[in-house]
T-cell receptor, first 112, second 113 residues
């Protein structure tokens, strides 16, 4: 069965810290990996990584895909209290159409 | 540009009843996917509709069904509600549904009592 595992499940840091969130996957026909941020209800899109684009960056956030290790990391530098949220990793396969398989998420809490 | 609209936002139903949830995708998007989110199971894929056809289905019982209209709006129906159906139901809108990115709505919080 396809699997997406995120670690850690929860993380508490202080403002200004740098955090690294991990996502590993075991899927048969990988197409892309997506990161979402969920604060209240609607997950908001952060990055999509494919074999043709293995590193993405947006402001203080960046993500790298390691296709050899079947994993991805999401880095957040100079964290702010507004970064507190659940970060979700999802994988899309070539054979499953538009189905996304999600990990359990990482609950990040940034304290002032 | 309007986002993905889900209605209602909250719903309380009794066991055995049925419920219908609605999702209006971003204008021009033809793919609508539905997910169930619970604390224990995380986000799980229910089904996806593209151009009024169900294109993909997750591992949920037949009590969960859906449809899509010609304007791409989608509805999801759950019949004979069980306590375990209490969850946040999210829909995701996409241009074609494959590698175009998915925009989620704010969800419908369903509580079954």
């Amino acid at each position: 069965e396809d699997k997406v595992v995120q670690s850690p499940l929860s993380l508490v840091v202080h403002e200004g810290d740098t955090v690294t969130l991990n996502c590993s996957y075991e899927v048969t026909n990988f197409r892309s990996l997506l990161w979402y941020k969920q604060e209240k209800k609607a997950p908001t899109f952060l990055f999509m990584l494919t074999s043709s684009g293995i590193e993405k960056k947006s402001g203080r956030l960046s993500s790298i895909l390691d296709k050899k290790e079947l994993s991805s990391i999401l880095n957040i530098t100079a964290t702010q209290t507004g970064d507190s949220a659940i970060y979700l990793c999802a994988v899309e396969e070539t054979t499953s159409g538009s189905r996304l398989t999600f990990g359990e998420g990482t609950q990040l809490t940034v304290n002032p | 540009k309007a986002g993905v609209t889900q209605t209602p936002r909250y719903l309380i139903k009794t066991r055995g009843q049925q419920v219908t949830l609605s999702c209006s995708p971003i204008s021009g998007h033809r793919s609508v996917s539905w997910y169930q989110q619970t604390p224990g199971q995380g986000l799980q894929f229910l089904f996806e509709y593209f151009s009024e056809t169900q294109r993909n289905k997750g591992n949920f019982p037949g009590r969960f069904s859906g449809r899509q209209f010609s304007n791409s709006r989608s509805e999801m129906n759950v019949s004979t509600l069980e306590l375990g159906d209490s969850a946040l139901y999210l829909c995701a809108s996409s241009l074609t549904g494959i590698s175009n990115g998915y925009t989620f709505g704010s969800g419908t919080r369903l509580t079954v009592v």
